[in-house]
């Protein structure tokens, strides 16, 4: 199965080509309402535990959230997309405490160490994944996770979709069975 959707997310090659603007509120992925919100728990965890943040994003898209917080002091900057954008993948060479990894979220938590993450961000990526697979991926998630760290998931709801993956592999007019509120 993981060959079969990595060869899926193999298509996501080809809307890159369809997407060479750079990133800007409004494109797909981060909204300036859910990166201030990731940064306001980021800027009171800083003052609180006085420790730098490791600091992980599924599904970067345009990269916009990276933008906006990877100058924050004391931040060390994961994350993974299937598919990385060029000048997303550039801002690399820019930071050196930005890490990003063109694959899926399963395979790149598995490297993460035990313990490590203090914030888990992900704004609209998870109705993407496979409903069977979800347990797997919560399950290494949980170990990643430092004990007192912070979940954000931001997830559409049912009167604004679906926008899930099953809507590609269900029958047309079958309920999509992904997470949505």
Request: aromatic share 12%; hydrophobic share 40%.
């Amino acid at each position: 199965r993981e060959k079969l959707l990595n060869e899926g997310y193999s298509f996501v090659e080809t809307l890159k080509l369809l997407y060479e603007k750079p990133a800007v509120s409004g494109s797909f992925g981060a909204t300036p309402g859910t990166v201030k919100l990731v940064m306001d728990v980021i800027q009171k965890r800083l003052e609180t535990t006085q420790k730098d943040q490791l600091i992980y994003e599924a599904g970067v898209g345009m990269g916009y959230a990276i933008r906006n917080i990877v100058e924050m002091p004391g931040i060390q900057y994961y994350g993974c997309d299937v598919a990385l954008f060029p000048e997303v993948a550039e801002l690399c060479k820019t930071y050196s405490n930005l890490h990003l990894h063109e694959r899926n979220l399963y395979m790149d938590l598995l490297d993460m160490d035990n313990h490590s993450i203090d914030v888990f961000y992900a704004d609209n990526v998870i109705e993407h994944l496979i409903p069977d697979e979800i347990d797997r991926i919560f399950r290494v998630l949980y170990k990643k996770m430092k004990r007192k760290g912070n979940l954000i998931l931001f997830i559409p709801n049912w009167h604004n979709g679906p926008h899930d993956v099953s809507m590609y592999y269900t029958k047309k007019g079958t309920r999509a069975t992904g997470f949505h509120f």
